[in-house]
């Protein structure tokens, strides 16, 4: 029998425990219609197909499935002939994107074993039958390396299909390898992975130094399982996460963008962030930020804390949320730290070294994690307007109150009052009773401003 959890070996192969019906509950509609749609409609035309991963955990976890992941024995061509709304996606990792309106459903085919198949040049595609698929059938893709390693094991493609059984010895942690078949409703747990969820501890698959060394990425979603999920994090586990976290640094920034993204962005961001740091994680994400963090009562761990709580509260809320705030927060104090030195070392104004000090600080994080324009953007002109929220006099200052950034650069600085206090606090309820007030009353507030410019030139801080 294939081991599990921290072995010697991957597992070339799982076999699955069927879970009847009777015995769990989920159930068809638990999955969003499409999703049902996509998986009957494979199955009508000959294929296996199964909803896996994190839709079947949550909702034997209790919560309600948000993301559906289809799999199935198709390969991406034979995909896209069942699906006239269907588009091929991806390199690395080859999928299909089925889109509804503004659903789209992922559609990935089994993926094999890398050892089983060398890392070769695509052969001559194989034409499939209609009714039965080769799983080992390979399409050129751009030059035709389906499967690919870099000396540390990591991978850099993955397209060599396989079976069901080699598929879920593929998969990460062991909740996260039953499949859900819409058919009879009935799960293939592939790992033990409900011994994992009722014993909330997180299982991988395989020996975690080679699974973290084929996808770094799986330390990330090890720490957001476990805070998600309330789920313990064995040592054995943990350690292995500090020990392999500078493995991140291979990883492609731009992949980097959406898996913090759901990091932080779960709803349990601040406990996150701890775990974060402590497996040595968040120096990998986030050196600028991780360079000013002395101890955890210093103003910058107490600032991130801060806005990942209201954050956190926001979402178990179903508030509104934008990872530009996020970043903002992260990248702020690393920004202002630059800003001071661009005015000490040349004569820059402070709202140049603002503005200069906005773009480097960026351009640096867009090295380990690519943020996107439309973030960076936001991110850019919360940071701008904290400058312009600070000068207040003259009554142009009440036109900000119309702007379009206006409420996320005023929580802003409500975040950064709570841990600096002083004038901050003092500037931070002006702009809160502004907003309280008629307009007659806001000119009078601006008008008993005493009438005073803004220091220019904070303080320089002794270098360290
Ligand atoms: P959620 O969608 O709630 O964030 P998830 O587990 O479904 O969680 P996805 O990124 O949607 O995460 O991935 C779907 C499934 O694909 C996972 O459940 C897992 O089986 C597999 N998977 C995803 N990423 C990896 C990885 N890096 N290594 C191995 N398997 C993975
Ligand atoms: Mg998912």
Known sequence: MSQIGDAAITPQKLFPELIPREAHNMRNSDLSPNTLKVLQHL????????????????????????????????????????FRNCRLIGRRFRLAHITFGREIIEVATFRGHHDAEPATQASTPEEPTNNKPNPRSKRKIDDGVLAKKNEAGQLLRDNIFGSIEEDAARRDFTFNAMYFDVSDESILDFAKGLDSISSRTIVMIGDSAIRFREDPVRMIRAIRFACKLNMRLPDVLSLSIQKHAYLLANIPPARLFEEVSKLLLSGTGEATFVSLLKHNLLSQLFPLLAALLKDDSSKEYQFI???????????????????????????????????????????????????????EILQQQSRRIMIPKRFSTPVREIWALQLRLQRRQGKRCLQLLTHPKFRAAYDFLLLRASVEGGNLLELANWWTNIQEVSSNQQTKMVNELPNKSPRKRPKRKPKK
């Open 305 to 359: 804390c801060n806005m990942l709580r209201n954050t956190d509260k926001r979402i178990n809320n179903d508030q509104r949320i934008t990872p530009a705030f996020l970043y903002a927060a992260f990248l702020w104090y690393p920004m202002e730290e630059r800003a001071q030195e661009l005015m000490f070392d040349s004569t820059m104004p402070l709202h140049d070294a603002i503005n200069l000090a906005s773009a």
């Open 43 to 82: 199955i009508t035309k000959g294929y296996k197909a199964y909803a896996v991963g994190g839709c079947i955990r949550d909702k034997l976890m209790g919560s309600k499935p948000k993301d559906f992941d289809v799999v199935t024995n198709a390969t991406p061509d034979q995909i896209k002939e069942c």
